[in-house]
């Protein structure tokens, strides 16, 4: 195993040694290198954009409140939008199901994968006939209902 140094190197020479420049930081946990990658001019901490010199997160408690608020769990996704997708999924299986259980389609192919979480599989004429009626009284979304 490579032994990780605390050397590091201050500068990088760039551009066929016409720039010089500050050198990120960052070091590797498996190879022990450094970055190679030139710093950020407005970093703190001499990091690329990388390793995290570019943000340093919210610092007004507005800011920080928004953050807080916005739910998300990685990137835009929030909460509320995942469940949106979740039961607009398990629309589409059911649909899928009507339309064997009424014989309007041949195809014996179902779609694949594993269940979106709001799924419950129609089997039956009544659930056919519940599914139609939970449309109109409650609409998922679309031009369906509205």
């Known amino acids: ?12 020479t760039t551009a066929g040694g016409r720039v010089v420049c500050d050198r990120c930081t960052a070091k590797s946990k498996r190879t022990g ?11 703190k901490t001499q990091k690329c954009g990388s390793h995290g010199g570019r943000s340093t997160g919210p ?19 929030s909460q509320a939008a ?11 299986l059911q649909l899928e199901d009507s339309l064997q259980v009424l014989g309007m ?25 519940q599914m139609v009626l939970d449309d109109v009284l ?3 979304g679309g031009s369906a209902g509205g």
């Open 1 to 12: 195993m490579r032994e990780i140094s605390d050397n590091y190197e201050q500068t990088l």
């Open 59 to 77: 610092k007004t408690p507005e800011g920080k409140a928004r953050s807080v608020a916005a739910h998300t769990k990685t990137g835009d996704c």
């Open 33 to 43: 290198q450094q970055c190679g990658r030139p710093a950020l001019k407005v970093s």
């Open 82 to 92: 995942r469940g949106a997708h979740a039961r607009a999924s398990a629309r589409l």
């Open 105 to 129: 389609t041949t195809d014996t192919r179902r779609s694949p994968g594993r269940k979106p979480r709001f799924y419950e599989p129609i089997t039956d004429l009544a659930g056919v006939l």
């Open 138 to 140: 409650h609409p998922v």
